[in-house]
């Protein structure tokens, strides 16, 4: 196997805007391959830490020369002539060169950017796509897609609390065919909402962020569009909901603030939740329903519905596996969010889906609000075949550099093909319960 010969970083700018890197590994045969990093804006509290140059003087304190200099320097002194196909040798060694436990030293962005390229390369040096260097190399799924349509939050400057309204094709025969009736929900919710008068400007990723009156207008919108285009909601398409709750709680209650200033306790937002599933039996999955340091109110929404939908951690798990472990144990959530750069290797992202795996848990490959051109992720959904990934809407081409990825992925395996379709949700949808949890 090629040896790492050189690292490059370059600064260059995400979605927003905002300075990240693109990291290149160089082997010594020649081969060059490049990973360009996203960022987060409704971070989690313990996710690894992104490196910023904190100089006021360049983008506003933004800039990651410093990163970029760790690359080139000390990691590629300690990197230099490792085995470029050792994933795990080469993230532990990254590992200890930074040496704290959220990679505050050289940076979670420094250090997944040689983890990343480092992987595209000992792709491109074996001659497979990524997507079969990171799998088992003769199983694929293709992910049954969230897109995030209606944009709220802290993603948009509008009237919406809560940060993501999602449509899923869970009904569809394949990605295509998927991604295609999802797209065209998306055009008739814009012609739903120019009707009204209201703005068709989209948000972070690529959603329509519209003055609403309410959180719930958000949801009949949405299955006013399925229907429109249509689909059966519920059926074709589900809605799958991400509020982001931890951007919304303050002092243990969960505040609407955007939009009418209401107030809950822990066990009335669960109650809200649970009016919500009642009457929309089309939600079939909530993303970070409770805050990240509500764990009571974790166990409480997870006792009362983690048998009906899927309840995803990502702001109180950060794709770490041991609050993942620890969150296994607490009865907590019954489906995990992997984002590659809260914790910063590709080893120990692989670890927290194999635990999901191992444990009954559900797993969703994610983007990040502040995304590149980059698609790995599309790769990463296929090899490790957890059936879900959410990356966007149907606009901004750092979103739909993903969806086409994916497109491409599905020709490419022809008749070996799979699509997740519902199958990630028959626990819920079916009879089938999810498994006890086992924890390794
Ligand atoms: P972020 O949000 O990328 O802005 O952190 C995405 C999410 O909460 O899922
Ligand atoms: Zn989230």
């Known amino acids: ?35 360009k990093l996203p960022s987060g804006a409704s ?23 410093k990163a970029c200099a760790y690359v080139e320097g000390e990691i590629q002194s300690a990197v230099r002539g490792m085995d470029s196909g050792d994933q795990a040798a080469l993230d532990a060694r990254l590992c200890s060169l930074d040496g704290t436990p959220n990679k505050v030293r050289l940076g979670a962005n420094a250090i997944l950017g040689v983890s990343l390229a480092a992987a595209r390369a000992a792709a491109l040096e074996r001659g497979v796509p990524l997507y079969a260097y990171l799998g088992n190399g003769t199983e694929f799924l293709l992910p049954t897609p969230m897109l995030n349509v209606l944009n709220g939050g802290r993603h948009a400057d509008n009237s919406v609390d809560f940060q993501e309204y999602m449509v899923s094709p869970v009904g569809a025969p394949s990605f295509q065919e998927g991604l295609r009736s999802a797209v065209e929900t998306f055009y008739a919710l814009k012609s739903i909402l120019h009707a009204e008068g209201l703005s068709t400007a989209v948000g972070d990723e690529g959603g329509f962020a519209p003055q609403l ?14 229907h429109k285009a249509g689909y059966k909601a519920g059926e074709d398409i ?12 303050d002092n243990g209650s969960y505040v609407f603030a955007k939009s009418d200033n209401s107030r809950r306790s822990p066990s009335e937002m669960i109650a809200f939740y649970k009016d919500w599933l009642q009457r929309y039996p089309e939600i079939w999955s909530l993303e970070d329903g409770m805050g990240e340091e509500d764990r009571a109110g974790w166990q409480q929404i997870t006792k009362e519905l983690g048998d009906r939908i ?41 670890e927290c889906i194999a635990i999901a795996k191992g444990n009954g848990y559900g797993a969703v490959i994610s983007h990040r609000s502040g995304e590149t051109d980059d698609t790995s992720i599309a790769d990463l959904a296929v090899a490790t075949r957890v059936g879900q990934i959410k990356t966007g809407s149907a606009s ?41 949890a086992l924890v390794k």
């Open 1 to 35: 196997m090629a040896e790492i010969q050189k690292l490059e970083a370059l600064e260059i700018l995400d979605s927003r805007g905002n300075p990240t890197l693109a990291v290149t590994v160089t082997l010594n045969d020649g081969v060059k391959a490049t990973a």
């Open 43 to 65: 971070t989690g509290k313990r996710e690894a830490v992104e490196l910023r140059d904190g100089d006021k003087t360049r983008y506003g304190g933004k800039g990651v020369r």
């Open 213 to 226: 009156k309410s959180n719930e207008q958000a949801v009949e919108v949405i299955l006013e569009a399925i």
């Open 238 to 249: 589900a809605v799958m909901l991400d509020p982001a709750a931890s951007e919304f709680i």
């Open 310 to 350: 899927q309840l995803v951690g990502d702001d109180n798990f950060v794709t770490n596996a041991a609050l993942f472990r620890e969150g296994i144990r607490d009865h907590i959530a019954n489906a995990i969010l992997i984002k590659l750069n809260q914790i910063g290797t590709v080893t120990e992202t692989l």
């Open 396 to 436: 901004r081409g750092e979103r739909i550099a993903k969806y086409n990825r994916l497109l491409e992925i599905e020709r490419e395996l022809g008749t070996k093909a799979r699509y997740a379709g519902a199958t990630p949700y028959t626990r819920w949808t079916g009879s089938h319960k999810p498994a006890e």
